[in-house]
């Protein structure tokens, strides 16, 4: 035995060949990185990080937005056969260490992380008072005593062998800490080190220990710690499960003294990050269950005045059938609308589960003090007033969030409507619209309050039916994320409709939606789709990929289903929502009338559906029964005359052809013709086609939607171009569902360590802290140690060295400027250089014209290449969202790659699906594969090097920009050259 800083430590012991193990004991060996693909959508962003959540604070570790987006991890991880692998030393000891940040707990409350610093001697000596001895005994494996003196050795750290992490509860003065985790490095094997945790008794079994010991195997795997062991004595069964629970591969086994010793693997592979998904899973559900289903709650600020927004919340409360308890507070009157008043929340009778606060701003922030006093764990303030009115409400805001965490309390809002639950055992309207819409399987939420009134009453007049509905405001806590992982397990809601104006954290909205999208459809409408930073984007790649074109990639890659209007959103809704998903995109047509089927036919095919020709056997039945004058292909047209019998009878024909996915029927009513036989008849005829075969109707009518068809789950339209719009918009996420995710691949031949080298030194030398651009050779250099093909080339400073290039070449050459201006715009390139003499003339010219437009600054370097004349010119590049991180552009090269807007863009991580898709949706696709004799270009090749380009932006997170323009693919086997490279360096935060 031995004494170390914090504690007695036992001697080490150096294990066995075979060992006894307890639990999950597997050994994780990692898998040498190689052309085998990695787990499917596995992103190293999901792996949690020291970083706290910015701008975000409710989110786990490591979802944190670094420089332009990445998170913390992304500069530190590649996670691949189900491993992590760090960068070098240098580069984590420029990130630092963790920082304070809110963790959400799996009962939904919150605690603040934050390492531990020398002034929490006080507060440990606090928690230490609190802690029983029991405790106490399990933590130190026997007696230990705790003071002034001892706790020093807790507090004062060795930055290079310790690191400590607490938990508080409260703010400023009066927070607490509650629970302390730490390792201590071994010294003589750096690799591994001693980790113990302590929680205080009234705050164990509730998930502190755990998010602790993550943080602290963060930590060490920040330090270069492969291996964190363990001592825990045999009684503590609470550590124990810990270790079970952590998602991290560990070996266990037991001494003859009753101490149980394990072994932490520190590399976060598949297991570890499909127990923080589980995790963020339960913390939100947890958090949203006390908002959308409260027995009890309050309204404070419930008004008499009838036009008072906390008039009118207590009024739809009251009369909108809740289902439990409802409590107005308000000081200055006994009765609110009939109802006995309390001056204050601890008035109540029993403790509110929820709190819709409605008073003026500047009383707000002490109402969620006094709620966090009485252990509230769920407020939602409707009142405006804070952050989108300006610096002072930005300030009231930090400090309603900041009380709030010292509460651990969650927030809806501020500046909201409130929230609603439709279910018939709940009924809850909480919020100030006057309309609540019948029970239904549909959940929305809204960034704009005012916009949600309007949804509201919209969704009342298509009768399409509500689950739950929330105004979600400034968001200044619970987000559109939170609510996706509460409804992607909630029973009663199957579609998710969506009004965004910002993502808060994009990242984690796309590992939660790309998951969510597999069982249940979300529909999205983003506003803010221009962006002006488009005019200031430095490169093509920048230009073209700026702005909406992200959602966009972001929406196709996750299955988000995208609309360009509310009114599409619901269009989309009520397919969604009144039947299955079609099982391909064949369309049959049946009408009573040519011209809206005509319509019809083009509408649909324009939206991405096919109208096969029906076969022989279903044109013979259809034949049996429809006149001679009707039309028996597709669409089927059974004229004006066409009876309710006929309606009937040629669905179900229909809904029973094997060529057919989707029936789409219009009805024009005729004065012959009885409108309800008909409608009936299609409601009949609705119970006899297979489930799998969605039903639309277009009754193109001066009268409303017919009810009773909504009723019976058709879905109806009026015009048949709005009614193909929404159904392409299916067609296209039910194709998405039916694909596999598909797989990162890590190609062979990557050198990240040199390429990181290069990175530092380029970085090192920049005039700038804010970066610059690579000069060609370490661009080249880069490129190069991830396999990217480049141009044989030189850079030349006279024309007599470029002279010499070219004999040395003995070919045609290219003469290009290096700087990072365009070339082109300034006469910068000149091709097809056959002679020494007419290379040497070629620089002296371009220094001259540069001179001439006062640019002479650029005519110091000139790269001398061989010309690359035979294949398509394409282009690849990457640049840095500030929100979304990198993303990745391929399509149509060369000077008009900006007029031709041929392009494909995709968000990595990068899977071989994706890239697929990326270049099946270009216009220019047939050429790549061959067009009018010309041979096949090599695919295969320039699908690699989107993988390898992938590979180093995730890698390399300094890389800002990148454009490779053109990259010549040659023809089929030949494989891609680029001959023209502009890369943008960032220092990563």
Request: with cysteine; glycine share 10%; aromatic share 4%.
């Amino acid at each position: 035995m031995h004494r170390s800083r914090w504690g007695p430590r036992r001697q080490r012991r150096r294990r066995p060949p075979a060992r006894r193990t307890v639990g999950r004991a597997v050994r994780h060996r990692p898998t040498p990185r190689g052309d085998s693909p990695r787990r499917p959508w596995l992103d190293r962003r999901d792996v949690p990080s020291m970083d706290p959540p910015v701008p975000r604070p409710m989110m786990l570790p490591g979802r944190t937005p670094t420089r332009k987006g990445r998170t913390a991890l992304d500069e530190r991880w590649r996670v691949g056969s189900g491993a992590a692998k760090m960068t070098s030393p240098a580069s984590r000891r420029q990130r630092g260490l963790m920082q304070r940040h809110d963790h959400v707990l799996p009962d939904g409350t919150t605690v603040t992380l934050r390492p531990i610093t020398p002034d929490d001697d006080a507060r440990i000596l606090g928690m230490w008072d609190r802690t029983s001895a029991e405790s106490r005994r399990r933590r130190f494996l026997g007696p230990f005593r705790m003071d002034e003196e001892t706790v020093k050795r807790f507090t004062n750290l060795d930055p290079d062998l310790q690191f400590a992490v607490v938990a508080t509860r409260g703010r400023g003065d009066d927070e607490r800490i509650v629970g302390v985790a730490r390792y201590e490095r071994d010294p003589d094997a750096r690799h591994e080190a001693e980790f113990a945790a302590l929680i205080e008794d009234g705050e164990q079994g509730r998930g502190i220990g755990t998010a602790l010991v993550r943080q602290v195997a963060i930590a060490a795997n920040e330090a270069g710690i492969t291996q964190l062991t363990g001592d825990i004595l045999a009684d503590n069964v609470r550590m124990l499960n810990l270790v079970r629970e952590l998602g991290l591969e560990y070996r266990s086994d037991r001494d003859e003294g009753g101490v149980v010793r394990s072994d932490l693997e520190v590399a976060f592979g598949d297991r570890f990050l499909d127990v923080i998904d589980a995790s963020d899973r339960t913390a939100a559900q947890a958090a949203l269950t006390r908002f959308f289903r409260p027995e009890r709650i309050a309204v404070v600020g419930a008004s008499r005045d009838p036009h008072a927004i906390g008039a009118l919340v207590l009024n739809n409360l009251l009369e909108g059938g809740f289902q439990g308890v409802v409590y107005p507070v308000n000081p200055n009157a006994e009765y609110v609308q009939g109802v006995a008043t309390y001056a204050e929340l601890a008035d109540c009778p029993r403790t509110p589960d929820l709190v819709v606060v409605c008073v003026p701003a500047a009383l707000v922030n002490d109402v969620v003090d006094q709620a966090g006093d009485l252990g509230i764990a769920a407020v939602c303030v409707v009142t405006s007033g804070f952050a989108e009115s300006g610096d002072e409400g930005q300030a009231r805001q930090d400090d309603l969030l900041e009380r709030a965490r010292g509460h651990g309390l969650r927030l809806i809002g501020p500046n909201c409507m409130g929230l609603l639950n439709g279910s018939p055992d709940v009924r809850m309207n909480a919020t100030f619209a006057r309309t609540f819409p019948a029970p239904g399987r549909v959940s929305m939420s809204s960034q704009s309050g005012a916009l949600g009134l309007a949804v509201l009453r919209h969704m009342n007049r298509l009768g399409l039916g509500i689950s739950t509905f929330v105004s979600v405001g400034n968001k200044a806590d619970i987000s559109a994320n939170d609510l996706l992982l509460y409804w992607e397990d909630d029973p009663d809601t199957d579609v998710v409709l969506m009004y965004l104006e910002s993502f808060g954290n994009p990242r984690k909205f796309s590992r939660i939606a790309r998951r969510m999208s597999r069982s249940k459809p979300i529909v999205a409408v983003k506003s803010g789709r221009t962006s002006s930073g488009v005019r200031a984007a430095s490169s093509h790649t920048a230009a073209i990929s700026s702005g909406d074109t992200a959602v966009g990639a972001l929406f196709e890659q996750t299955g988000v289903i995208r609309t360009d209007t509310l009114e599409e959103m619901f269009d989309v809704a009520t397919l969604l929502a009144s039947q299955g998903l079609p099982g391909g995109t064949k369309v049959a047509v049946l009408t009573n009338a040519g011209g809206p089927a005509i319509l019809a036919a083009d509408a649909l095919e324009s939206n991405g559906l096919d109208l096969p020709t029906l076969s022989e056997r279903t044109q013979e039945e259809l034949a049996g029964f429809l006149p001679a004058e009707a039309g028996i292909g597709n669409p089927v047209d059974m004229i004006a005359s066409a009876s309710s019998e006929t309606y009937a009878r040629a669905l179900r024909v229909l809904g029973h052809a094997d060529e057919v996915d989707i029936i789409f029927v219009i009805f024009i009513p005729a004065g012959i013709t009885d409108s309800s036989a008909v409608i009936q008849a299609l409601i009949d005829a609705r119970a006899d086609v297979p489930e799998h075969v969605p039903l639309v109707a277009v009754v193109m009518s001066d009268q409303a939607r017919p009810d009773e068809l909504t009723a019976a789950g058709v879905a109806t339209f009026s015009f048949p171009e709005t009614a193909a719009r929404a159904l392409g918009r299916v067609a296209r996420y039910a194709g998405w569902r039916r694909r596999p995710l598909g797989n990162v691949v890590t190609p062979d031949g990557l050198d990240p360590a040199t390429a990181r080298r290069v990175v530092e030194q380029e970085l090192a030398q920049a005039e700038t802290p804010t970066g610059a651009w690579a000069s060609y050779e370490s661009a080249s250099a880069i490129l190069s140690a991830y396999g990217v093909p480049l141009g044989t080339g030189r850079i030349v400073q006279t024309p007599d060295e470029g002279a010499d290039v070219q004999r040395d070449l003995d070919r045609p050459v290219t003469v290009k400027l290096t700087t990072e201006i365009h070339k082109a715009d300034v006469g910068g390139v000149v091709l097809g250089l056959a002679t020494p003499e007419e290379v040497s003339d070629a620089i002296r010219d371009m220094q001259a014209h540069l001179q001439e437009l006062g640019l002479g600054e650029h005519a110091e370097n000139f790269l001398v290449q061989e010309m690359v004349d035979d294949g398509i010119e394409m282009v690849v590049g990457v640049t840095h969202d500030p929100s979304f991180g990198p993303i990745v552009l391929t399509g149509a090269g060369g000077t008009l790659v900006e007029l031709l807007g041929d392009v494909s863009v995709r968000i990595t991580p990068l899977t071989d699906h994706d890239v697929d898709g990326m270049l099946d949706r270009l216009r220019m696709s047939p050429q790549l594969r061959g067009y009018r004799g010309a041979p096949p270009a090599d695919v295969a090749a320039l699908k690699d090097l989107l993988h390898r380009i992938n590979a180093m932006v995730e890698d390399l997170p300094e890389i800002a920009e990148l454009d490779l323009n053109p990259v010549f693919v040659l023809p089929d086997g030949q494989g891609v050259v680029a001959v023209d490279v502009r890369m943008k360096l960032v220092p990563a935060e």
